[in-house]
């Protein structure tokens, strides 16, 4: 991945007044614990050579002492483990051949070679301060140094270094995991030299694909001071209302739009030990913390420390998964009864507001329906947003002087769908403030003359750009930086260039259109293929450069609407079975054969017709965590909107004279006959789901549609529509004998059952081309309408239809 050169001019609070001018080809990471390793995991993501340091084993025999191996054993299996984890730590697995491991007893000078140091050892500021003594005499001149140091104050560790060592100084804590976790909050300390400073923030953005914020020197930073604190309020508010943990966590989760985990689940996750460590830090360095009395380790809290119950790393916090089953074959989930403090069979939550509230799909609509719900559910809701309002408000400007940080943050690093001041611009900022006063809890004096001096919100969208209440110029400013981004909510107040049930086309600047998803699920129906349709009719008929595909959602698309296909198979509509696929195949062919450019953003799940549909645009511009797959052969089919013909296309396109074609086609069979998901865009290269030649990657998921956008127009320039394909090789029965081999080696190996095999033997039929002798070639219509046969036959499949069944009651494949 290209790197990139800052070059900019200081102003006059750059102390040592040079301008930082250094391109990042080299990372240090000094310690490969579980951050450190995954730090390192994401610099060699982004194409960076990465030096990965940690200590020499203290229990190394004599033999040994001279052995690299055994002197770098702690480095090597600690980032082992790390590529191993659930979460894979990179994109693709061979981008941790751009690591390289060391120790800091024999390799501490190779830092040398570096632009950029990041220390990542244990929590201990006299341990941190020796690392940095070692940093001061081995770096370059003019290299970044930063501590990803989660609480420790940046000043504390700034003594006895050099000029140039500080004015380059700052932390940089990134959130865990570091691929997937979008925070990293950037604090420089008086010294740190402004372009410095604007580096960080442009690099962790633009580079790492992260939402960078700035945050002042102060205990916890921002998301955790804050995130902490919530936590910590739910605690507290648990036992005064007499709540259980799974009433808890089902009123936090994803009904408020927050993270499935909840509260409670969320402290096992994060680990309990860790969090108290966070509270008391808390607690010891913010004396005058007005709301002091939240951070109180409860005495169920207690009680899990005491008893070393850490959480899901000790496989048991306030919930434990034991080994028993119950009646449907899962394992019985024991949870912590918070007065008794014993265990008992987790209990399903019953609570009327949240029943209701699931039939609610917008997520402002249902914040304001349990806000004013009047039930257990609506009093914690209230009461915890009460307390939160008011320690936010109380937060500027000891920890941000702009709240749109504070909101970026805990978006960022705790995973909620909305910041607290959005949650406050959500149920109304009087009702807000009402409800905060009911409960005595104190708002900040700034948030009181706003309202009365008639301002009613936090932020306002005016012309498309969204901003923010600046408390100290009391009116309304850009949040900096936004412009870069396209962010369809800030195109609402502007009428849409065509809107069905199922999509809202936008115009989104300079002659280009966005035509977003809008189903559940992003599920592709009718009205989503004749969204698409039609907004590529109206871009050639009325003279727009182009479209982008794409949307702001959590995931791209799941792909066909498995409900309708199912609705047809079941009812044995296969007249109007034919007709829906027909149309799926059209419309990824409009795609491809229009006169204006097309170009896909995903991210999230891109599945099933997802996958065929980008496959088909003049380019698709992909964040890097899209996750991307032909998975038909889950439910029963083969992808039928055009997929398995685009797969016979590209194995054509990849024969050679004199190739023996048989691997290229072997492979490209086993891909969808295994339903292979990619795991990350990068990796989607590998299953040719991407290609080198007209697709990218963006790391930073918020810019993939800002990106696509500035594709079309550099394809619009010159556009000539392409011509359909009427040449294309396939293998006919030598390619059929072969697939045919691979599918028995596939059975006899037990990855594949009876039904299965049927299926894939199907796929082979369609990128063979057919039954055909000689050496055929065939046009891309011929394919599809083999294709459409082939998916039509298996959607009458008895068992196809037990896959249909059973994926929509259990969201999960069966395989059968």
Not at 119 to 145: C, H, N, P, T, W
Not at 375 to 394: H, M
Request: glycine share 8%; charged share 25%.
């Amino acid at each position: 991945m290209e790197n990139t050169l800052i070059s900019e001019k200081t102003d006059q609070s750059d102390k040592v007044g040079k301008t930082f001018n250094r391109k990042i080809r080299k990372v240090a990471v000094l310690g490969s614990g579980l951050m450190g390793s995954g730090i390192a995991c994401h610099f060699a993501n982004i194409g960076l050579e990465v030096l990965l340091l940690d200590i020499v084993p203290f229990d190394l025999k004599e033999e040994e002492k001279g052995n690299p191996a055994a002197r770098n054993r702690i480095v090597n299996e600690s980032l082992k483990n790390a590529i191993k984890s659930k979460f894979a730590p990179l994109y693709d697995k061979k981008f941790a051949s751009r690591i390289k491991t060391g120790n800091f007893d024999d390799d501490f000078e190779k830092i040398g070679d570096c632009d950029w140091v990041i220390e990542v050892v244990v929590e201990r500021l006299d341990i941190k301060k020796q690392i940095f003594e070692k940093v001061d005499q081995y770096r370059k001149a003019g290299s970044l140094v930063t501590s990803n140091t989660s609480g420790i104050p940046i000043q504390m560790m700034m003594e006895g270094r050099s000029e140039d060592f500080l004015s380059h100084f700052a932390g940089t804590h990134f959130f865990n995991p570091p691929r997937y976790m979008r925070l990293l909050e950037i604090i420089p300390t008086p010294a740190t030299s402004q372009s410095v400073v604007d580096f960080l923030m442009h690099y962790g953005d633009r580079f790492l694909g992260k939402q960078t914020v700035l945050c002042k020197d102060t205990p916890a930073f921002i998301a955790n001071r804050v995130g902490v604190y919530a936590m910590a309020k739910i605690f507290q508010l648990t036992s005064e209302l007499g709540m259980t943990i799974e009433e808890v966590d089902k009123v936090t989760g994803p009904a408020i739009g927050r993270p499935k985990t909840g509260t409670f689940r969320l402290g096992d996750l994060v680990g309990h030990d860790t969090s108290v460590k966070v509270i008391q830090g808390i607690r010891e360095n913010c004396p005058n913390d007005e709301q002091a009395s939240a951070f109180e380790i409860p005495k169920y809290l207690e009680f899990l420390i005491e008893n070393k119950w850490f959480g899901n790393k000790s496989k048991k916090g306030f919930y434990e998964k034991t080994k028993e089953k119950d009646e449907k074959g899962r394992p019985v989930i024991l949870a912590l009864n918070l007065e008794t403090l014993e265990y008992a069979p987790s209990q399903k939550v019953d609570i009327p507001s949240l029943k209701a509230a699931k039939q609610i799909e917008e997520l402002s609509k249902r914040i304001q329906y349990i806000f004013k719900a009047e039930d257990k559910a609506g009093e914690l809701f209230r009461r915890s947003l009460a307390g939160l309002f008011a320690y936010v408000s109380n937060r500027i400007p000891e920890i941000s002087d702009n709240l749109y940080a504070i909101d970026d943050a805990i978006r960022a690093g705790f995973a909620w769908e909305i910041g607290p001041f959005q949650y406050w611009d959500t149920v109304g900022l009087e009702a807000g403030l009402a409800i905060a006063e009911k409960h005595g809890e104190q708002v900040a004096d700034w948030v009181k003359k706003m309202l009365a001096e008639g301002h009613t919100s936090f932020y306002k969208i005016e012309d498309g750009v969204k901003k923010y209440y600046d408390k100290d110029s009391k009116s309304y400013q850009a949040i900096p930086g936004a412009e870069q981004f396209i962010i369809l909510d800030n195109y609402r107040e502007q009428a849409p260039v065509f809107k069905n049930s199922e999509v809202i086309l936008h115009d989104i600047g300079d002659g280009v259109l966005c035509l977003e998803f809008t189903s559940k699920m992003n599920a592709i129906g009718e009205g989503i293929l004749r969204g698409i349709n039609e907004a590529v009719r109206i871009a050639e008929e009325d003279g727009w450069k182009g479209l982008v595909i794409g949307n702001n959602a959590t995931n791209f698309t799941v792909g066909a609407n498995l409900m309708m296909i199912g609705m047809f198979a079941f009812q044995q509509e296969f007249d109007e079975l034919n007709m829906a696929v027909d149309l799926f195949q059209q419309t990824t062919m409009r795609c491809r054969y229009s006169s204006i450019p097309v170009v896909a953003a995903t991210q999230g799940y891109t599945f099933g017709g997802g996958c065929e549909t980008i496959m088909h645009c003049d380019a698709a511009v992909c964040a890097a965590e899209s996750y991307i797959g032909l998975v038909e052969v889950g439910v029963g089919l083969i992808p039928g909107g055009g997929g398995t013909k685009e797969f016979a296309l590209r194995a054509s396109d990849k024969f050679f004279e004199g190739d023996v074609m048989i691997p290229t086609l072997i492979e490209k069979f086993k891909t969808i006959a295994m339903a292979s998901v990619a795991t990350s865009a990068y990796e989607a290269f590998n299953y040719d789901y991407l290609l080198a030649n007209k697709d990218s990657v963006v790391v930073n998921t918020q810019r993939n549609i800002g990106e696509a956008k500035k594709k079309v127009l550099e394809l619009a320039d010159g556009y000539v529509q392409p011509i359909k394909r009427e040449h294309i090789r396939v293998l006919g029965q030598t390619g059929l004998a072969a697939c045919y081999i691979a599918a028995n080696e596939l059975q006899l190996g037990r990855y594949a059952s009876e039904h299965d095999i049927k299926i894939a033997k199907k796929v082979a039929y369609v990128l063979c081309g057919g039954d055909l002798t000689g050496n055929p070639t065939v046009s891309e219509q011929y394919l599809l309408d083999i294709e459409r046969e082939a998916f039509l036959s298996l959607a009458g499949e008895q068992k196809t239809m037990e896959r249909i069944q059973h994926m929509l009651q259990t969201n999960k494949p069966l395989r059968n």
